[in-house]
């Protein structure tokens, strides 16, 4: 005869199990996170107002233009040199200059 409270049980089990991994998964990420932030402020004192302003007009100065049509790019945000093309009938992503240098500072 087939026992529901068994399967119940499995049901829950996998549930549980699901739930672990995904908790895993968000503190694997925040560590990662964490990390990133860290080496971050190693290589660029955001600290400093001065430094700070330097490394964002630098950012605003970088002209990377779409090889497909010509028009400007946008960095994208979170990460390190991926721009997408400012065109809505082109979309274009495509890898460009750093725009976070560290020898700006």
């Known amino acids: 005869m087939f026992d529901m409270a068994g399967v119940f049980d499995l049901f829950y ?3 549980a199990a699901l739930l672990v991994t995904i908790v ?3 503190v694997r990420a925040m560590r990662l996170t ?3 932030i860290a080496r971050a402020s ?6 400093r107002p001065d430094v700070v302003r330097r490394v964002v007009d630098h ?3 970088v002209d990377v233009r ?3 049509c010509g028009q400007p790019t946008f ?3 979170g990460t390190r040199n991926r ?3 400012e065109n809505d009938m082109c979309r274009f992503e495509l890898e460009g200059p750093e725009h976070f240098p560290t020898d700006v500072v």
Request: hydrophobic content about 50%; proline content about 7%; charged content about 20%.
């Open 13 to 15: 089990l996998l549930i």
């Open 24 to 26: 895993a998964l968000m």
């Open 34 to 36: 964490k990390a990133s």
């Open 42 to 47: 190693r290589d660029i004192p955001l600290s």
């Open 59 to 61: 950012m605003r100065s």
């Open 66 to 68: 779409c090889p497909r």
């Open 75 to 77: 960095a994208m945000l």
């Open 83 to 85: 721009y997408k093309c």
